[in-house]
């Protein structure tokens, strides 16, 4: 869709994926399903146990958000269940990982699960894991974090018309 409305880079070095709560689930889906689509992916808060969420022992959701989503079928051991998709990984072809969540968010330990299964299955990941809850204030620190972590963004700003991208 973004190809759609905007000339942008279809090359993998150039291209990232992040969001926060079911964005950063999808995020993270996106990339495993398509690492070679991605150079780096970040969640933040994410919703990384849907399936927790579907059934209501991680939070409280509107039970027909997933039916809608997911259809009646459970999302464990599916391709939409983060966990089995880490199983089932080509570690080398993973683009880079960043996983961060606040420890008084509801979705905290299902963060913590997400990066204990990315150490069992030996993929590389970057985490952020301060005090905080499921809010705004938090993911705008959070999101400096990732802009400053994601790899080819640290290159010096481009040239415009001979002069600095910071003058123009």
Not at 44 to 73: K, Q
Not at 79 to 104: H, I, Q, Y
Not at 106 to 130: E, G, K, M
Request: charged fraction near 25%.
């Amino acid at each position: 869709m973004v190809d759609s409305f905007f000339r942008v880079s279809t090359r993998r070095e150039d291209t990232y994926a992040a969001g926060l709560s079911m964005g950063g689930y999808g995020a993270l889906k996106w990339a495993l399903r398509a690492p070679e689509r991605f150079a780096a992916a970040a969640s933040l808060s994410g919703a990384v146990n849907v399936e927790g969420l579907r059934t209501g022992r991680v939070r409280e959701e509107d039970p027909m958000l997933f039916t809608r989503i997911f259809g009646d079928e459970p999302v464990a051991g599916s391709p939409d269940d983060l966990f089995w998709l880490l199983k089932r990984a080509d570690v080398a072809s993973l683009p880079a990982l960043w996983v961060g969540c606040g420890t008084e968010d509801p979705l905290y330990r299902d963060n913590l699960r997400f990066v204990d299964a990315c150490a069992s299955a030996q993929i590389p990941l970057t985490t952020s894991f301060p005090p905080g809850e499921h809010e705004w204030g938090l993911w705008d620190e959070q999101i400096q974090q990732v802009l400053a972590w994601l790899p080819g963004l640290t290159d010096p700003a481009p040239e415009v018309s001979g002069q600095p991208a910071d003058a123009v």
